[in-house]
């Protein structure tokens, strides 16, 4: 098949959790012999490589408007794959559904992973809520295949959406690199690199938006009488004003605010290293880095929503959004090394049960099939 992907950043994944599915997904369609093209924003890299681990790359620009710079690249984008006649479209973000009317008419049969409930996220105006409520609606009526990535949000399409067919449940998916197969000495020199050492610090590495609890978790940890740091890492996009207010909500010396951290190296060694890791999460769906840390094998503690509980299960420990039950649950986990490990080895079962990224990307074959009928 040929296959084109629109309305990520592009490959490889450098922003947020659709674009590592893109990729992941991507590199393996294209071993098993499919072609891929993923198009890319031009902003968003600086290289111009024609291919990335055997995916086309088609470089576009968007609009450095945070509001606009999703639906213009798309529709740039949408227009240069109706000229390539790709046998199905996969496309991110139910915003763009209205664009998706551009290969529909073209007879070219659509894919669609809407991103969760992406009209619940606090960053959007009510305005930009409303749009993609709206838009989210509509892709039940224009697209031939929705693929969701939590089984709430596939319900609610399912009731709420009437969709043309019932929408596929398709999860995030993670791979397995455990601590364990490090190479030590090139991990104590990264760690050092952020004044770190082994099982001796917090973690949190996420983008500095509300739907990710910041301001909510460093008020618990600055309750803890813990010599542990808190390594605080992740930042804001388009100079936001959340992003911010997490730079100067603390005075604690403790709360290393280090900013966004892409080196999938550094990444990785961080996970592995901590003595446990901080998630939030609130607007729904499957969180892709939450998932990225299971398959580290990291210890979790995850906001207690549906899904997040739904993708943890019982290989992490899930808190309430208060300051008590977070730091509660915190100071759990320091006063009890021995739980910690434990966490740490439910976490690689638990992504083996569902979430191994060959499976995910069986079922968006399967869904593909299904487009083109």
């Given at each position: 098949m040929k296959i084109a992907m629109i309305g990520i950043r592009g490959v490889p994944a450098n922003y947020s959790g659709l674009e590592t599915c893109g990729e992941e997904v991507g590199v393996r369609l294209v071993e098993r012999g499919h072609e891929v093209t993923v198009y890319c924003r031009n902003e968003s890299y600086e290289d111009r490589e024609p291919e990335y681990k055997g995916i086309k790359r088609v470089f576009l620009p968007g609009m450095k408007n945070k509001y606009l710079d999703t639906l213009v690249h798309s529709a740039r984008s949408m227009m240069h794959a109706r000229e390539n006649k790709p046998d199905v479209i996969l496309a991110f973000n139910p915003g763009i559904s209205s664009i998706c009317l551009i290969a529909r008419f073209s007879g070219i049969p659509l894919c669609l992973n809407p991103d969760g409930f992406d009209w619940r996220r606090p960053k959007w105006p009510m305005v930009g809520r409303w749009f993609i409520y709206l838009s989210a609606w509509f892709s039940g009526k224009v697209i031939d295949q929705l693929t969701v990535d939590a089984v709430s949000v596939r319900d609610y399409y399912a009731e709420h959406f009437n969709c043309r067919q019932d929408p596929m449940y398709i999860p995030n998916g993670a791979n397995i690199e455990l601590r364990e197969d490090q190479d030590e000495e090139k991990a104590r020199r990264i760690l050092a690199e952020y004044g770190l050492e082994k099982d001796k610090y917090l973690f949190f590495l996420s983008r500095h938006v509300a739907d990710n609890a910041c301001l909510e978790l460093i008020e618990a940890y600055e309750g803890l009488d813990t010599d542990m740091p808190f390594f605080f890492a992740?930042?804001?996009?388009?100079?936001?004003?959340?992003?911010?207010?997490?730079?100067?909500?603390?005075?604690?010396?403790?709360?290393?605010?280090?900013?966004?951290?892409?080196d999938p190296e550094h990444v990785k060694v961080l996970h592995h290293n901590c003595y446990f890791i901080t998630h939030g999460n609130k607007p729904g769906g499957t969180s892709l880095g939450l998932l990225k840390a299971l398959g580290y094998g990291t210890c979790v503690m995850t906001f207690n929503t549906p899904d997040n509980a739904y993708a943890v299960k019982e290989a992490a420990v899930k808190y309430d959004l208060d300051s008590e039950d977070i730091r509660k649950k915190m100071r759990h986990l320091l006063d009890h090394p021995e739980e910690v490990k434990e966490y740490r080895k439910k976490a690689v079962e638990r992504v083996k049960e569902e979430y191994l990224w060959d499976v995910v990307t069986d079922k968006y074959e399967a869904a593909f099939r299904s487009a083109i009928g």
């Amino acid at each position: 098949m040929k296959i084109a992907m629109i309305g990520i950043r592009g490959v490889p994944a450098n922003y947020s959790g659709l674009e590592t599915c893109g990729e992941e997904v991507g590199v393996r369609l294209v071993e098993r012999g499919h072609e891929v093209t993923v198009y890319c924003r031009n902003e968003s890299y600086e290289d111009r490589e024609p291919e990335y681990k055997g995916i086309k790359r088609v470089f576009l620009p968007g609009m450095k408007n945070k509001y606009l710079d999703t639906l213009v690249h798309s529709a740039r984008s949408m227009m240069h794959a109706r000229e390539n006649k790709p046998d199905v479209i996969l496309a991110f973000n139910p915003g763009i559904s209205s664009i998706c009317l551009i290969a529909r008419f073209s007879g070219i049969p659509l894919c669609l992973n809407p991103d969760g409930f992406d009209w619940r996220r606090p960053k959007w105006p009510m305005v930009g809520r409303w749009f993609i409520y709206l838009s989210a609606w509509f892709s039940g009526k224009v697209i031939d295949q929705l693929t969701v990535d939590a089984v709430s949000v596939r319900d609610y399409y399912a009731e709420h959406f009437n969709c043309r067919q019932d929408p596929m449940y398709i999860p995030n998916g993670a791979n397995i690199e455990l601590r364990e197969d490090q190479d030590e000495e090139k991990a104590r020199r990264i760690l050092a690199e952020y004044g770190l050492e082994k099982d001796k610090y917090l973690f949190f590495l996420s983008r500095h938006v509300a739907d990710n609890a910041c301001l909510e978790l460093i008020e618990a940890y600055e309750g803890l009488d813990t010599d542990m740091p808190f390594f605080f890492a992740g930042g804001g996009h388009y100079g936001d004003a959340y992003a911010e207010s997490v730079k100067k909500c603390t005075h604690d010396k403790r709360v290393m605010l280090p900013g966004a951290i892409y080196d999938p190296e550094h990444v990785k060694v961080l996970h592995h290293n901590c003595y446990f890791i901080t998630h939030g999460n609130k607007p729904g769906g499957t969180s892709l880095g939450l998932l990225k840390a299971l398959g580290y094998g990291t210890c979790v503690m995850t906001f207690n929503t549906p899904d997040n509980a739904y993708a943890v299960k019982e290989a992490a420990v899930k808190y309430d959004l208060d300051s008590e039950d977070i730091r509660k649950k915190m100071r759990h986990l320091l006063d009890h090394p021995e739980e910690v490990k434990e966490y740490r080895k439910k976490a690689v079962e638990r992504v083996k049960e569902e979430y191994l990224w060959d499976v995910v990307t069986d079922k968006y074959e399967a869904a593909f099939r299904s487009a083109i009928g």
